[in-house]
Each structure stands twice: as structure tokens, then as C-alpha cells.
């Protein structure tokens, strides 16, 4: 109980304060035009078949409703599903051990609506208490769609069960392999979605904080996912694994393996729009993979990085 108090202390003390104060709106810019690049410092995956670290570099671009985005991420730390997984891992992929990584490219139409109404302005932050205030100001509410392409290969475990074949003897059929593996997928996934949320691009002069704005893209998709293409790699496969007699076996996953088409994510992302600014986005849903446990391609990733450019 005294540890509960504590924590519940420590999060009332990180608050936002509103505070009221006579100011002057010195610019309202409904015609965002911009381009960047951005720098990401971490991301992270959350998944029982696929868990990674990695970092990255890639754009951002938006032009009269036009958004594009580009991204390419090398994941240092990849086999965190492996470390972290209960199955008695026995496969390993026939090839030498890559660490994951993939690209994208996203673009989309948003559709801009000129709308006048509240805007938070942030005036100015004590050690744990951030004031702000609400300021009358035009900006753009958005909506519209997107369409993306992801290509790569990513490390992952696949669980006991699935159906596999002698890479020696496929003539004798497939069978259930009985201890769990990991093994490298390659794949080409297609999204397509809808977002909707708001591009702030204000000034005020404040009378007793001077020069305070906001400037920052936020938005809310949702995007389902289609597999272009998914291909296992072989594994290694050790039996009588712990005894002195070990047998190292090949097996087939690719074409043998039932794997999943489809999936979905849900996700936000803000990112600011000032020379030097910071991008943050959070993202759930349920990756295409192999078909055993729903749960196993469940998946929760964020991500973390910093914003270079300027508007146009």
C-alpha cells in the first residue's frame, strides 16, 4: 500500500497546468508545406513471435494534402522473442544469422479543412509542472487515405506444431514437428487505410511570456495488411537434443507451413513541424505470420526519434 501511495504521488506531481494570459496571434498558416527527415533513437516491437529494438532514418513530406513518408529500420536486437519464450527451442535457420530489417514507403491524400477553434500553446515548464494555455486561432483538420508497401526479413519464432517436411525425404510427407524454432521470414506486405486528425501551425505574442507557438501533425489510421509474400527459411533441426547422441536434421517450413494473409493496426503519430523537433508514434494490431495461436502475431510497437527540416 505505501508503494501504491508513492507511485500515485509521483503522478499527481507530473501535471499540466492551465493558465490564462492576454495575448496577440501573430500567425495562423492553414498552408502547410514541409519536408523532413527524421532520425529515430528507438523503436521498439512487442511480440511472442517477433520482438525487436531497432533504429532507423527516413522522410517525411507533405505537400497540399499530399503525405508521403519513407523509412528503412535495422534492428540490432531481434531475438528477444526467442530469449523471452517458454517453447523448448530445437530449429535454427539453415543460414547464417542476420539481424532483421526492413523499408517502407507510405503515401496518401488528406483532404484540409480550414478550422477555427482552441489551440494549446505551452508557455512554459517548472521541474514537474508544464502551464499552458488555449488560444482562439485557425488550423487544419484532415482526413483522407494511404497506401504503403513494407518489404524485408524479419527473425522470429514459430512454436511447436507446425507442419513441416524433410528437406532428405520430402517424398515420405510432412509431420508435426514437436519442439519449437526460429527461423528467418522474408515477406512483402501491402497497407492500405484511412486517418483522420489535425496540422497546427500558430504563433502568439504573450504579454508576459513573449513568443510561444504549436506546430505539429497529428494524426490517428487505421490500415489493414495484406502478405505479398511470405517465405520461411529452412532450419536446422536437432533431435534428442541434451543426449550424446544428437541427429541434426533439415526441415522444410516454406510451402508446408500454414501461414496467415491478412492483418490490421491501429496507430497515432505526432511529429513537429520546427526545424529541430521530436516524432512519436504508438501502434497495435496483428501482423500477418504463422497460423497457430492468434496471440503469437498480436503485436505493440512505438517508436521514438527526432525531426530535421523545416516548412516550405
Wanted: charged content about 15%; some cysteine.
Amino acid at each position: 500500500m505505501k508503494k501504491l501511495l508513492v507511485y500515485i504521488l509521483l503522478l499527481s506531481s507530473l501535471v499540466s497546468v492551465a493558465q490564462t494570459s492576454s495575448y496577440t496571434i501573430t500567425k495562423e498558416n492553414t498552408d502547410i508545406k514541409c519536408i523532413y527527415g527524421k532520425i529515430s533513437l528507438l523503436e521498439a516491437l512487442i511480440s511472442t513471435s517477433r520482438m525487436s529494438l531497432s533504429t532507423g532514418l527516413g522522410t517525411r513530406m507533405y505537400f497540399n494534402g499530399i503525405y508521403v513518408s519513407t523509412n528503412y529500420d535495422f534492428h540490432y536486437a531481434d531475438n528477444l522473442a526467442e530469449a523471452s519464450s517458454s517453447e523448448n527451442i530445437r530449429g535454427n535457420s539453415v543460414y547464417a544469422r542476420q539481424k532483421s530489417r526492413n523499408a517502407d514507403i507510405m503515401a496518401g491524400y488528406f483532404f484540409q479543412k480550414d478550422t477555427e477553434g482552441k489551440v494549446r500553446i505551452n508557455l512554459h515548464s517548472g521541474s514537474k509542472t508544464t502551464y499552458y494555455t488555449m488560444v482562439d486561432a485557425h488550423y487544419n483538420k484532415i482526413f483522407g487515405a494511404q497506401i504503403g508497401f513494407k518489404n524485408g526479413f524479419s527473425y522470429m519464432t514459430i512454436p511447436q506444431g507446425v507442419t513441416v517436411s524433410n528437406y532428405y525425404n520430402e517424398s515420405a510427407g510432412t509431420f508435426a514437428a514437436d519442439a519449437g524454432m526460429t527461423t528467418i521470414m522474408k515477406y512483402s506486405w501491402l497497407t492500405i487505410g484511412g486517418t483522420f486528425g489535425k496540422t497546427v501551425d500558430v504563433d502568439a505574442n504573450f504579454t508576459q511570456y513573449g513568443s510561444k507557438g504549436a506546430h505539429y501533425m497529428k494524426r490517428f489510421y487505421a490500415n489493414a495488411i495484406i502478405a505479398v509474400k511470405s517465405q520461411l527459411e529452412d532450419v536446422y533441426f536437432t533431435e534428442n537434443y541434451g543426449s550424446s547422441n544428437e541427429l541434426v536434421k533439415r526441415y522444410v517450413l516454406n510451402g508446408n507451413v500454414d501461414m496467415s494473409r491478412f492483418g490490421f493496426c491501429i496507430g497515432a503519430e505526432t511529429f513537429s513541424l520546427k526545424k529541430f523537433g521530436m516524432i512519436t508514434s504508438l501502434e497495435a494490431g496483428m501482423m500477418p505470420g504463422v497460423k497457430t495461436k492468434i496471440t503469437n502475431n498480436i503485436f505493440i510497437g512505438f517508436k521514438v526519434g527526432l525531426v530535421i527540416g523545416s516548412t516550405l
